[in-house]
């Protein structure tokens, strides 16, 4: 066989981390789109 698969729980510890990451940016570039916008 070859290299063993990621686990599910390691998959959504990876899921959670990118999203989480996303929407701080997310959350960061909306804030200053209302600042400029004003």
């Avoid at 070859?2 to 570039?29: W, Y």
């Amino acid at each position: 066989m070859g290299a063993e698969p990621v686990s599910e729980a390691q998959q959504l510890d990876n899921f959670f981390e990118k999203t989480r990451g996303m929407s701080i940016v997310f959350c960061h570039s909306s804030h200053f789109y209302l600042l400029f916008e004003r």
